[in-house]
């Protein structure tokens, strides 16, 4: 007997309302299932509530107060996805996701779950590859260059606003147009340098110029930015995005998980990463139309810190990748808090609902509450009573139906996950890290020549002609000064001659003065006098400068 036959044989017994809700939720193909219905306070363990594999690219929200079991449901949720061959990328920003990859542990409260909402628990590890942003923390490394992180998402990041992020993306426009590779941070500070130099401002002027002050906020901005340890996430090599979509041996689907408890006080920065890491499977992936099953289903945790100060052109990437990438296999579920935490224009494109229970202690509390409720269809349920008095392990489920339809909204006691409901030994995550055949392409940081190198060498380059130019100068005013003494000394020389002749007459007398002469020449034409008479005239010189500057006056 098929599940939807299953479904529509106990639902004959049901109230109206739960018959509808039943039949909703009657698949014919592959479907994970979520858990049992909810209704009246009674749990159904024959009317299982589920989503259409086909479905899962058509996006998701995952929300609900801290505590109330969203990281157990996107536990439930990747381990069924990777059972069906379906990868799936997670962001385990409290270190608790790791346990996915080892079998979950028997007790009572997993059979006593099991058994209320229709389950036939067994323990059960999957596939699992770990990865660490730039190193930091167990996992394999994960990098991005520069170039390819591009100035919106830098931008973000680095906190600039709208007029820094448009100098941003002139730099970066520049440098490709250069060929100036900004693989690493070091690179991209040393393109910003050279395009405020006296050497590079006439650069940018053609396309608007890049000011003094916008180039300082960049550069503190990145400077503050290394500072916080964020310079490791950029450089080479880069990570291929494709190693997320493959499978394991078995056929099942590999789980990729981001692990980001070393870096959780950096939220900005692995949100962004995250977005990153979309951005480039939608350049690389080809369409392909509706699927019988995404290609990769991607979780994005924290979502809220993704929106929280984003500039217009970032909340515009974001939409537009959501829209167009499902048309690309892949699948995206943010999970957060409530649903105003997703800018409107991202909430409409999300088909499949899991809300937890929301708590509704203050004013802004409970706007959050009427806010949430509006977002669900019409429902036989009183979703602001309901939200608030669902358990933990259980939500309220609306997703979308083999046709394409909104499901009834479901109130619903979730499945306990198979594998470890929390984090991974150590020392396993740590063998499985280092096992990896991807821990030898990537552990392993590569500096090559890119734009801090190039640039550096033009102005060690322009360095040394300023040098070897200074150098003729001072040799050729050298050569000048030389020949200035010798005609100096000679007029000196021609002067004595005459006054010899004039004074010694003729006979022995001026034999004599043309000897003493000759003698005097052969002495003023020497080296050694040329040089006592220059160390004279320089000593000379210094000291009349120092008097005429009121240091110390010549001794008379």
């Known amino acids: 007997m098929s599940d939807s036959e299953s479904t529509a044989e106990n639902a004959g017994v049901l109230p109206e309302p739960a018959r509808e809700i039943a039949a909703g939720y009657a698949v014919s193909g592959a479907a994970l299932d979520l858990g049992a219905l909810l209704w009246d306070g009674i749990c159904l363990p024959d009317v299982q509530i589920r989503i259409p594999l086909a479905m899962l690219n058509r996006h998701g929200l995952v929300a609900g107060a801290t505590g109330t079991g969203k990281t157990k449901t996107l536990q439930l949720i990747a381990e069924q996805l990777a059972a069906h061959g379906v990868p799936v990328f997670l962001a385990d920003i409290k270190g608790d996701v790791s346990g996915i990859a080892a079998p979950g542990t028997p007790g009572e409260r997993v059979a006593e779950r099991a ?13 699992c590859e770990f990865y660490a942003l730039g190193g930091i923390g167990p996992g394999i490394p994960l990098r991005a260059t520069v170039t390819s992180f591009g100035p919106v998402l830098l931008s973000k990041v680095l906190e600039l606003n709208q007029t820094q992020e448009q100098s941003l993306g002139l730099i970066f426009h520049y440098a490709d147009s250069k060929g100036l590779e900004l693989v690493d941070l070091k690179d991209l500070r040393a393109v910003v340098a050279f395009l405020v130099s006296d050497t590079g401002k006439a650069e ?7 000011s003094t002050a916008t180039a300082g906020v960049i550069l503190r901005s990145i400077t503050a930015f290394e500072q916080q340890g964020a310079g490791d996430f950029f450089g080479e090599p880069e990570f291929d995005t494709a190693e997320l979509l493959r499978q394991a041996p078995d056929g099942r689907g590999l789980v990729s998980v981001l692990e980001l408890a070393a870096v959780q006080d950096k939220p900005q920065l692995f949100s962004t990463f995250l977005m990153w890491l979309l951005a480039d499977l939608f350049h690389d992936l080809p369409e392909v139309g509706d699927l019988d099953r995404p290609k990769l289903v991607f979780f994005f945790d924290e979502a809220h810190l993704l929106f929280d100060g984003a500039s217009k052109a970032f909340l515009e990437s974001i939409t537009r990748t959501v829209r167009l990438i499902r048309s690309k296999g ?17 909430l409409a494109q999300l088909g499949n609902r899991v809300q937890h229970a929301l708590r509704a202690f203050t004013p802004d509390d409970a706007k959050a509450l009427r806010s949430t409720v509006k977002t669900f269809p019409n429902s036989p349920y009183d979703l602001e009573e309901l939200l608030t008095r669902l358990g933990i392990g259980e939500a309220v489920i609306t997703v979308l139906s083999e046709n394409g339809a909104p499901t ?39 500096d ?6 190039k640039l550096s060498a033009g102005q060690e380059a322009e360095r040394r002609a300023a040098e070897a130019e200074t150098a003729a100068t001072a040799a050729k005013a050298a050569r000048a000064a030389e020949a200035a003494d010798r005609a100096a000394v000679e007029e000196a020389v021609r002067g004595e001659r005459v006054r010899g002749r004039a004074g010694g007459g003729g006979g022995a007398g001026g034999k004599a003065a043309e000897e003493d002469a000759s003698l005097v020449e052969q002495v ?10 220059r160390s004279v005239g320089t000593q000379l010189g210094r000291e009349i400068s120092r008097s005429l500057f009121g240091t110390a006056r010549r001794r008379r």
């Open 330 to 346: 892949i699948g995206i579920f943010f999970v957060t808090q409530t649903p105003r935490d997703v800018p409107a224009e991202v």
């Open 408 to 446: 009834p909204v479901a109130a619903t006691r979730l499945r306990a996950p198979r594998s470890l409901m929390g984090p991974c030994p150590a020392a396993e995550l740590d063998a499985a890290v280092k096992g990896s055949p991807l821990y030898g392409s990537y552990a392993q940081a590569v």
């Open 115 to 127: 058994g209320q909402v229709g389950q036939e628990w067994q323990a059960e590890g999957f596939p």
């Open 204 to 210: 940018l002027k053609g396309i608007g110029g890049l």
């Open 524 to 533: 003023v034409r020497s080296g050694m006098f040329r040089s006592l008479a």
């Open 448 to 453: 090559r020549e890119s734009a801090y190198e």
